[in-house]
């Protein structure tokens, strides 16, 4: 059959048969320890350095982006950055628990619905897996509660990303994602039985995972690149400082609808927290 | 397979250099590029070390791809997917078509992939019954112009604003015929109009895939207008198109191709959407598509494994060669006659239809070398267009003038006396009959040479003399 013409032309051409037992252990041990090459100097910064550079990388490549101290004034950054933009507050929600969590009573105005985007939603809201500062990309991986068409069917995209997701380079992201694939915490990303890591059978590939450095556009007009193709024209981030390692006045692994009613007491400068390297803090306790 | 024209390169460049309309847009375009990826490189440092980097992890994936394909294929399945191996354009013609088939699809939205080029999947299905309707912007109109494309990566390369607006408007009709496109973002959006109701209306999606991802199982496509994601995400069934020389064994090797990718084609640091499939829709998903399919095509390339063409199979088809070569600058790249145009195509489009319908791409080159300084995989093309000129040779398709003259120069070489004499009698006598003109406008025997430019007159002697006179003035 096909398959076997195409090995045995492959094997031919390469002057040999199937490989021998060591060497294709030694493949396997690739694919299992699946070795990093050379990561970039730029992203190799201490935390702060790395949120700005995240933040300078979305703004080059025309994203925007709202910082906010505390999770309760979520809501309040999107409708604001709605109105900035003469659009309606409406949009559909990923149905993601800690989206859900928000205090959006506090903006009454809001109207969402949390579900798959459709071809109508002006606006969609997606919660950010995590996210790249080497190029300024977000990492948003299918599931459940963050389902694929919210990329894509919107004229305008918010992402809500927690700077603790931040992280240098896409391997960090990677590994990050091998880490939590099938902790259910994470919201279900993998399913068992499905894809399967080779380093110890466990299934971590969501079945999309999009990276997304900007919003859409072609170059496909006299090669000039020109915003609004198929996807959103707008991508906005609403950036959720979280780090760890900023000051400890509250307890720093404490989800995000629990701190809400701490809001009271934050700290005035979390944007500026000590150098540390890699966050701790489980991504969504 | 497309037709294919290579055997009139001559002709078709003869064309394209005469084209006011392609000539002003290869030189609007070509700039834009080459300025833009100059940038990129520059913003990252490294980026000499990562060509080195890409071209080992490709290189040692082509020495193990019997392997790499075997576990990739396995992953696919075990997420669900299904992958169709086929030899030749035909059979994955037939597997395009089934999978549609079955799927009872009317309409097929498609994002950009040369692979669909280059067995003319679309032709089949219309033959069949079922509409395909490509959706990346520069796909589109080369559909409604019943073209090719004529880059690998910017498919309407050839065309200028006047040209999409033309087309727009003949095409379009159920638009104001009187509507203004002030600017290009109002041709883009006029697009997105139209093709938002395909994307909603198809029954399959068809994309490319820029790599295969052994580890996972996952394909990977990489765009800027989210046109590949719509097509993949919205229909029922998605079919990944794809060559066998597309797998890595990992994320992390993907990553490091990726890194030189977008900033060896668009200048851009990372493209906008870089987006992983890996099987179909999950229990508890709410989109996605409910089947996954990956054609998996050979169509020649296993021949290359362990020929002197091997080197070309690490290509990551970023077009960074076509963009800096002054011959597809000149020509635009429909003078190639197949689906692959500038350095590249001219090394692959021999080895995949064969030498004998185009011989004459591997010799429209000067061999200037730039292709090959800005790779990113660190491909040798002139080089293994060499080797395709040699085999030219030996298999008597050069023409008999050429060869003619190439042996009688090869006697004289070979004979270092007689050659001295021969070359200084004619520089004398060039030097004779020029005078002080200080060029000739023509010269029997040399119509070819005079023909698009002067030949000039030699001053001094032959190489060798001046040389010999240097030695004895020590």
């Known amino acids: ?39 970039p100097a730029r992203s ?6 790395q949120i700005a550079l995240f933040i300078r990388n979305v703004e080059k490549e025309f994203g925007t982006v709202a910082r906010v101290a505390d999770a309760a004034e979520i809501p309040g950054a999107i409708a604001d950055y709605l109105a900035a ?13 800690e989206l859900a969590a928000l205090p959006w009573a506090d903006k009454p105005l809001l109207e969402f619905e949390a579900r798959r985007a459709e071809a109508t939603d002006a606006v969609s809201v997606q919660h950010g897996y995590a996210a790249i500062a080497e190029t300024g990309t977000l990492m948003l991986p299918s599931d459940a509660t963050r389902p694929t068409t919210l990329n894509l069917l919107a004229e305008t995209e918010v992402v809500v990303l927690r700077t603790s997701r931040i992280m240098g380079a896409y391997e960090e992201a990677w590994d990050t994602l091998r880490r939590e694939g099938t902790d259910a915490t994470t919201g279900g990303i993998g399913t068992p039985s499905t894809t399967r890591n080779v380093a110890d059978g466990r299934p971590f590939m969501p079945r999309n995972v999009m990276l997304v450095t900007g919003p859409s556009r072609s170059a496909d007009i006299e090669q000039t690149l020109e915003l ?7 991508l906005h981030i609403v950036l959720l400082d979280d780090d760890a390692a900023d000051p400890p006045a509250q307890a720093p692994a404490a989800a995000p609808a629990q701190a809400a009613p701490a809001a009271a007491t934050k700290a005035p400068t979390p944007k500026r927290g000590k150098a540390r390297t890699g966050s701790t803090a489980p991504p969504e306790a | 397979m497309v037709q294919v024209t290579s055997p009139a390169f001559k002709q078709n460049a003869a064309r394209a250099l005469a084209d006011a309309g392609l000539q002003k847009a290869l030189g609007k375009a070509k700039g834009a590029f080459l300025q833009r ?29 019997d392997f790499y394909l075997e576990t990739y294929a396995a992953n696919v399945e075990r997420a669900g997917g299904t992958v169709h191996w086929c030899s030749t354009a035909d059979e994955a013609r037939a597997a395009v078509l089934g999978i549609c088939q079955r799927a009872g699809a009317r309409t097929v939205t498609k994002g950009k992939s040369m692979i669909s080029e280059e067995i003319a999947v679309n032709d089949h299905l219309e033959k069949h019954g079922i509409e395909p309707v490509e959706t990346d912007l520069g796909e589109y109109i080369i559909q409604l112009r019943r073209e090719h494309p004529s880059h690998i990566i910017a498919p309407a390369f050839h065309l200028n604003r006047e040209d999409w607006e033309a087309d727009f408007r003949r095409m379009h009709t159920d638009l104001d015929p009187n509507r203004v496109f002030n600017e290009r973002r109002d041709i883009l959006a006029e697009a997105r109009t139209k093709l938002r109701s395909r994307f909603l209306a198809a029954d399959v999606g068809i994309t490319g895939a820029n790599f ?3 580890e996972t199982g996952s394909s990977v496509i990489v765009t800027n207008e989210g046109n590949g994601d719509l097509t993949q995400t919205l229909p029922r069934v998605h079919i990944a198109l794809a060559s066998i020389e597309k797998v890595v064994p990992t994320l992390e090797d993907a990553t490091s191709l990726l890194r030189l990718l977008a900033r060896s084609a668009t200048g851009q640091d990372f493209s906008v959407y870089t987006t ?4 179909a829709r999950r229990p508890g998903d709410l989109d996605g598509p409910e089947e996954y399919h990956v054609v998996l095509i050979d169509n020649g390339r296993s021949n290359m494994i362990g020929s002197e063409f091997q080197d070309m199979l690490r290509c990551i088809r970023c077009a960074a060669c076509m963009n800096h070569c002054p011959v597809y600058g000149a020509t635009g790249g429909h003078a190639y006659g197949w689906v692959y145009p500038g350095p590249m195509g001219s090394v692959l489009t021999p080895s ?15 061999f200037c070398g730039k292709c090959e300084s800005v790779c990113p995989v660190k491909i040798p093309l002139p080089n293994l267009m060499r080797h395709w000129r040699e085999r030219e040779f030996e298999r008597h398709l050069t023409p008999a003038t050429v060869r003619r003259n190439l042996g009688l120069w090869a006697w004289f070489a070979k004979r270092p006396q007689a050659y001295r004499i021969a070359t200084r009698l004619a520089v004398g006598a060039l030097k004779l009959l020029g005078g002080r003109k200080g060029s000739f406008r023509s010269l029997p025997l040399a119509g070819g040479w005079t023909e698009g430019r002067d030949l000039p007159v030699p001053e001094g002697g032959t190489f060798m003399a001046r040389y010999a006179q240097q030695q004895r003035k020590r």
């Open chain 1, 44 to 49: 190799r910064v201490p935390r702060p350095e």
């Open chain 2, 276 to 279: 992983f499939s890996t099987g």
């Open chain 1, 1 to 39: 059959m096909s398959k076997d013409a195409i090995l045995g032309a492959i094997r031919r051409g390469l002057k040999r048969g199937p490989l021998p037992a060591d060497q294709r252990a030694m493949l396997d041990g690739r694919l299992a320890t699946h070795p990093r090459h050379l990561i």
């Open chain 1, 228 to 234: 609004g193709a198929h996807g959103p024209r707008r």
């Open chain 1, 85 to 97: 933009q003469n659009l309606a507050p409406r949009f559909v929600l990923a149905p993601h628990p």
């Open chain 2, 37 to 65: 990826r100059a940038e990129a490189v520059a913003r990252l440092p490294e980026f000499e070390a990562l060509r080195d980097i890409g071209r080992d992890i490709k290189n040692h994936t082509l020495a193990n791809l």
């Open chain 2, 212 to 214: 295969l991802i052994a």
């Open chain 2, 352 to 366: 995949l239809v064969g030498i004998d319908k185009a011989a004459l791409l591997p010799n429209a080159s000067t």
